[in-house]
C-alpha cells in the first residue's frame, strides 16, 4: 500500500489544529475572583470567560476524528491482511501503540481539562468570617494535552508510514498463488511432452 499524501494531509491538519485549540485552552483558562454580594454581607465567586472549555473539548473531537481516520485507513493493525514480517511490522506495531498512549493521553488531559474548567463554585461565605475558595482549573492541563498531541502526531505519521511499507494489500499472496498455479499446470504438460517424446523415439 502506498503512502497516501491525502491522508497525510488530513491527519497533520487535524493533529495540528487539536494543538492550537489546546494551546488557546491553557492561555485562556478560566479565572475567577471572590466579590462581596451588594445586598448581603456575603461573597460570591465571579468566573471569566469559558472559551478555554470550548477550545478543550474541539481539540478533543478533532484528535479524535484524525485517530478515527488514520485507524480506519490502516484497518487498526489487527484486521488487516499482507504484512510482510520485517523491520516494517515491527516498527508499525511499535508506532501503533505509542500512538493510542499519546492519544489516550491527550484525550484525558482535554476532556478532564474542560470539565474541570467549566465547573464553577456556585456556594457563599459570610464576609470576612468565611474563607471563599473559587475552584479553577491549574496550570499545565491543557499544556499536557497539547504536548501529547504533538508527540500523537508524530507517532500517528510514522506508524503510517511504517504500516504503508508493510503493507503488501494482499499482492504478495496472490503473486505466490499465481505462481503455484503456474507450476502445477505446467507439471503436466512438461510430462505429456516427455511421454511424446519417448514413444517418438521408440517408434
Known sequence: MAVSVSI???IISLHLIAFV???GAERRRSTAKVVPDEYDERTYCVYASDASTVYGLSAFGLLLIS??????????LCFGKGLVTG???TCAIFFFILSWINFLGAEACLLAGSAKNAYHTK???????????CATLRKGVFAA?????????LASVLYYWSHARADTGG?????????GMTNSSFAPHHQQQQQQTGEFQKA
Open 8 to 10: 497525510l494531509a488530513i
Open 21 to 23: 485549540f489546546a494551546v
Open 67 to 76: 485517530q478515527t481516520v488514520l485507524n480506519g485507513v490502516t484497518r487498526c
Open 87 to 89: 523491520r516494517s511490522t
Open 123 to 133: 456556594y457563599r461565605a459570610i464576609f470576612k468570617v468565611e474563607h471563599l475558595s
Open 145 to 153: 494535552g497539547a504536548a501529547l498531541t504533538l508527540l500523537s502526531l
Open 171 to 179: 499482492w504478495e499472496k496472490h503473486q505466490n498463488e499465481g505462481l
